[in-house]
Every structure is written in structure tokens, then in C-alpha cells.
């Protein structure tokens, strides 16, 4: 009777909530958003962990994502370029060479598409797309996540953010999904022009820093503006400093790239790209969806005296027929410092951001 | 052996006790009527499509790339149907404004058409997400350097000049916002359509009237305006035309 009864109670010990498993009890993760941002939309099946976030983050540089364990989502989002790549295009684990310019990551929780030709209309779908691409990583998720799932570190960290011993491409997306969305960029210079601009308090230390703004960083800001002048804020504009949008801004007369048009298959959206933000502009060169001009100078240029006219041509480079906005040497410099306030040092060195 | 049966009766109490207490039963879905109201643009008699080529009273050819407006403060005397809407043709469709209710709520509606200055210059990433005048939402529909929301939108290109080839090469850019150019428009005897639980007052925007209304838009010559100064009157003639352009279906 004894040993039936311990028995009994060892069956008792073992099965007895079960449900409540050790180890998951995912801690949320509060965002620290801008006063002058919008609220951040977060999908209802992916809310934001303290452990989905850190598991984010190294998944971000883990380079086990790739086929020949050499790439990373870091190698050709560096956070030293605002999270982009410094070369032209960048280069697989095949050694191909990609078509376009790496984007920079920054606010990413506010846009509704990504890449360049808006594909993917979530943060948690464009992340599954660069680890299968043969040109980039080249890697099969099932192969990923085998790779993952060998390491105990990994299974301990899946567990401990989805509560889960079978991780699988979808938890790996919503993990860096999640660390991506941390990534904010709001304490720039330019920053506290937009809340004076827009009758939002300044506190004590966005007061001196709004002493520090240069009459020719107003001066710059008043160019932009200007519908007369550089005419930039038609496509970058608000906080976030871009407008959801694609737009063909008169890079080419014909198109090499279909861009937006290679999605949609509509001929009106050929050579249109998604507009991308300003913000950190300073550190993303090179710039455009090919990443064609190396730096400032020669966007600046570009918008002043080389546009070229295509059918799909966005109707608001109002003086394309001119070639541009006309920018004279002075205006340029101007432009010039006011993009340059647009850098946030804060989040470039962000030790959160960095490489675990 | 009465200490062993004691122990087992408490041992199944305990193994049982956890088991599915936790389990909520799952919320009832909310099933409510919906109230829309849609815009159909159109130009003249045909329903009109983004890209498309029309031509003109005086013989242009023009092809409409965007049309976005807001209407603000939509409501039946004291009762709200919504803050704003926010027409995007090309991203949202027909529809201005979906809210929960009950069409027989509004029989009559009154609305501004562009923001009322009530709000038109408060922060506007403070509004709620779910408001169409939320940054996010309102997207290219607010200056920073206003500040305040652009009432309507019109883009285009035009061909002026007629002849065997359509070479739509005529930028064409109305930007209309301001206070002084808030329009109101109001709709009485609402018939709202019912399908389901879904009930919808369909406006139609006849852009061949909003050119060629009481008073004539030559696209040739007013082509842009952006509200600024020196353009008082064709923005105050767009958002005129735009009124005059906009009614039930």
C-alpha cells in the first residue's frame, strides 16, 4: 500500500499544473515614443517583451541566419550608417551583388511597407524575405532555425519570449519585428524645430538646444519648406520626416529598375520608389533606391538641376521642366545644414542597438 | 490505511484544481451595424479612375493621379458620426468614414469639407490613432510649416494642347487648405442603403463638374496652387468648385 501510495503522490507531483510552466513569464516592454510621435501601432499578435526584444537583437547580428554562417541582418544594416549599408549595393554570401541601396532602419513601427518597392506590408513578412534570397542570405528558415534550435541559449531565450520549445521562422520575425520597433530615432536638432514650429513645449534641455539652432539651420529649414525654394517637404514631411508614398523623383528618363511597378504590374507605378525618411540622412550615404549619389552635394544637385522628366514623373517636382528647383551655391549650403540637423546622435550610439 | 485514502482524496483534489481553471470562456463577438459613407468620383456620367485619361470641356486631355480630402466634424446637430474622415482615393477606395451606428442616427448630416480651426492647428500626432486627423493617418495631408491639414488634394496631368498626340506633360497641383477657405456642406433626408448590417450614403465627386462648375477651372492656366499668398483666389475657387462638386449619388 505504501508504495502504491508514493506511487500516487509522485504522480501527483509530476502532473499537477502542468500549464504553468517555469520560465514564461514574458515581461511588456514599454516604448519610450517622442511626445511629438504619433502612438506606435503594435500587431495585437506580437506584443512588445523585454525578452522578445533582446532575443531581437541578437537574432539581428546573428550570423547563423545565413547560409555559410558569414551574414548577419547587421552586415548590411550597420548601426555606425543609420542601420544601412555603406556600399553602393550590397553583396550576398554567393558574392552577388544586389540592385539596390540597403534602406536605413529607423522608425520602421510607423511605415506600413517595406523595401524600396513596398512588398512586404509588414515589419514580421519583409524580415522572412533577405534570409531566403539567393543574392543575399541565402539560407532556408527550417535550416535557420535548426541551427537555432541546436543552441541552448536560443531555445532557452525563444522560450523565455514566446513561451514555446519549437521556435520556428515566424517567432525569429516577430523577435527582431519587436527589436526593430525599439529602434527610434526623435532627438535631433530638427526635432525640437518641429515642436517649436508646431506649439509643442519645449522642456529644459530641448530650450538650449533650440538657443543652439543656427539662423542658417532656420534659414535651411525655411528653404525646404519653400514652395519656391528646394520644395522638399512635399514627400518629407512631420515628425517622421517622410510621407507614406512612392514617388518617381525624376532620377531617369527610362527605367532600368521598374521599382513599385515590378509589384503592381501597372505601368503608372514604373520607376516610383518608396519615399524614405530624412532622418540621419547625414550617416546613410550612399542615397536613392540604387544608391547612385554618394553624398549630400549630389542629391542637392540632383533635385536642382538634374531631373529628368518620365511619364510617371510625381506631379509635384512642380519645376521638372526647369531641370529643378534652381538652387543657387548659397541656397544649396543652406539645405546642406539643415539636413545635417536632422542627425540623432543619441540613437546611432545607442548601446541597446549594438551587438550583443 | 485511512491516512492513504485521506492522502489520495487530497492528492486528486490537488491534481485537479489547476487543471483549466485558468481557462477563460471566449468574449462574445460584438456584432453591430456599421455606417459608411462612401464618394464615388466620377467625371460626368462615367465613374472616374486614378490614371485614366478624360478630356476637358475645352478639348484637354487630363488624367487625375490623386484626389484626397477631409471632411471634419461630421455630424447630426449635437450627434457625432465622426471627428473627420478622410478621403484617399488611391489608397482607401470610395470610402470617406466607417463608424458603429445606426443610419436612422443621421438622417441629416452637416460637415466641414477641410479641417474647422477648431483643431486644424493642434499637435497632430496627439490625436488618437484611430482619427484620421492622426499624423500617421493624415500622412500628406498636414503642413508642418502652416501648421495645419491640406483640406483637399488634386493632382493630375494635362495635355493643353490639342492635337493628334497626348502628350500629358501639364503638371497640375491643387493644394487647397487655410481657414479662410473652410467650406460646409450639409445632406438632408439621408437614404442610407442596407446590405446586412452595413449601411452606406454614397456621395459622388463629379470632377468634370468641380472643372466646369458654376465657375470654369482652366486647367491651361490654373494649374497649381499650393494656398499661399498671391493664390487666394483659385484656392478659394477650388474649394468652391470641390462643394459644388460633391453631392448624393
Known amino acids: 500500500m505504501k508504495y502504491l501510495l508514493l506511487i500516487f503522490v509522485g504522480f501527483v507531483f509530476f502532473f499537477s499544473c502542468k500549464k504553468d510552466k517555469v520560465g514564461y513569464e514574458p515581461t511588456p516592454y514599454q516604448l519610450e515614443i517622442p511626445s511629438h510621435f504619433p502612438a506606435m501601432q503594435i500587431p495585437e499578435d506580437n506584443p512588445m517583451t523585454v525578452e522578445g526584444v533582446e532575443l531581437g537583437r541578437f537574432l539581428f547580428y546573428e550570423t547563423k541566419l545565413s547560409g555559410d554562417n558569414s551574414m548577419s541582418c547587421a552586415t548590411c544594416h550597420a548601426p555606425s550608417s543609420a542601420f544601412s549599408d555603406p556600399n553602393q549595393f550590397s553583396t550576398g554570401i554567393e558574392g552577388i551583388e544586389g540592385r539596390r541601396n540597403s534602406m536605413a532602419l529607423i522608425n520602421l513601427g510607423w511605415n506600413d511597407f517595406f523595401f524600396w518597392d513596398g512588398r512586404a506590408k509588414t515589419l514580421e513578412e519583409q524580415i522572412l524575405l533577405p534570409v531566403k534570397d539567393p543574392i543575399e542570405m541565402h539560407e532556408t528558415w527550417p535550416r535557420a532555425m535548426s541551427k537555432l534550435n541546436g543552441d541552448v541559449d536560443y531555445r532557452n531565450r525563444f522560450y523565455k519570449a514566446f513561451g514555446t520549445d519549437k521556435a520556428d521562422s515566424s517567432h525569429a520575425a516577430k523577435a527582431i519585428a519587436q527589436f526593430l520597433r525599439t529602434m527610434i530615432s526623435g532627438k535631433s536638432k530638427f526635432d525640437v524645430m518641429y515642436k517649436f514650429e508646431n506649439n509643442i513645449p519645449l522642456s529644459a534641455s530641448e530650450q538650449a538646444i533650440y538657443s543652439s539652432i543656427t539662423a542658417s539651420e532656420w534659414g535651411g529649414y525655411d528653404l525646404f519648406r519653400s514652395l519656391n525654394g528646394a520644395d522638399c517637404f512635399h514627400c518629407h514631411n512631420g515628425p517622421l520626416m517622410q510621407v507614406k508614398k512612392f514617388s518617381n523623383n525624376g532620377l531617369d528618363a527610362t527605367f532600368t529598375d521598374l521599382g513599385r511597378g515590378e509589384v503592381t504590374g501597372n505601368s503608372n507605378d514604373n520607376g516610383k520608389f518608396k519615399v524614405p525618411t530624412l532622418r540621419n540622412i547625414e550617416f546613410s550615404a550612399p542615397y536613392m533606391h540604387d544608391g547612385r549619389f554618394s553624398t549630400l552635394d549630389d542629391v542637392i544637385n540632383h533635385y536642382s538641376h538634374f531631373i529628368q522628366i518620365s511619364p510617371t514623373i510625381d506631379p509635384l517636382i512642380e519645376f521638372a521642366g526647369q531641370g529643378g528647383v534652381q538652387l543657387d551655391a548659397q541656397e544649396k549650403d543652406l539645405i546642406k545644414q539643415f539636413l545635417l540637423t536632422l542627425s540623432d546622435e543619441e540613437f546611432i550610439n545607442n548601446p541597446a542597438f549594438k551587438a550583443p | ?249
Not at chain 2, 82 to 95: K, M, N, V
Not at chain 2, 189 to 206: A, M, Q, S, Y
Open chain 2, 1 to 249: 490505511m485511512r491516512n492513504s485514502i485521506k492522502i489520495i482524496v487530497l492528492g486528486l483534489i490537488f491534481l485537479t484544481s489547476c487543471k483549466e481553471k485558468d481557462k477563460l470562456e471566449p468574449e462574445e463577438e460584438i456584432i453591430g451595424n456599421y455606417v459608411n459613407i462612401e464618394v464615388q468620383p466620377v467625371y460626368d456620367t462615367e465613374d472616374l479612375y486614378l490614371d485614366s485619361v478624360y478630356t476637358t470641356q475645352e478639348g484637354y486631355k487630363i488624367k487625375f493621379t490623386d484626389i484626397k480630402f477631409y471632411m471634419e466634424d461630421i455630424k447630426n446637430v449635437s450627434t457625432q458620426f465622426s471627428d473627420a474622415g478622410l478621403f484617399d482615393y488611391r489608397t482607401r477606395g470610395t470610402l470617406l468614414s466607417r463608424v458603429q451606428g445606426k443610419g436612422s442616427n443621421y438622417m441629416n448630416l452637416s460637415a466641414n469639407i477641410g479641417v474647422g480651426p477648431a483643431v486644424n492647428h493642434n499637435d497632430p500626432s496627439a490625436f488618437p490613432n484611430s482619427s484620421m486627423l492622426n499624423i500617421i493617418n493624415a500622412n500628406d495631408m498636414h503642413w508642418n510649416w502652416s501648421p495645419g491639414y491640406i483640406f483637399l488634394k488634386i493632382e493630375g496631368k494635362a495635355d493643353t494642347i490639342p492635337d493628334a498626340t497626348t502628350s500629358l506633360n501639364h503638371t497640375i497641383v491643387y493644394h487647397a487648405g487655410l481657414d479662410v477657405n473652410l467650406q460646409t456642406i450639409s445632406f438632408t433626408n439621408i437614404t442610407w442603403n442596407k446590405v446586412g448590417n452595413e449601411e452606406t450614403f454614397r456621395l459622388k465627386l463629379d470632377m468634370a463638374k468641380f472643372l466646369n462648375g458654376t465657375q470654369t477651372i482652366d486647367v491651361k492656366d490654373e494649374f497649381s496652387t499650393h494656398s499661399m499668398g498671391g493664390q487666394e483666389a483659385l484656392t478659394l475657387k477650388i474649394m468652391e468648385n470641390f462643394k459644388e462638386a460633391l453631392e448624393p449619388y
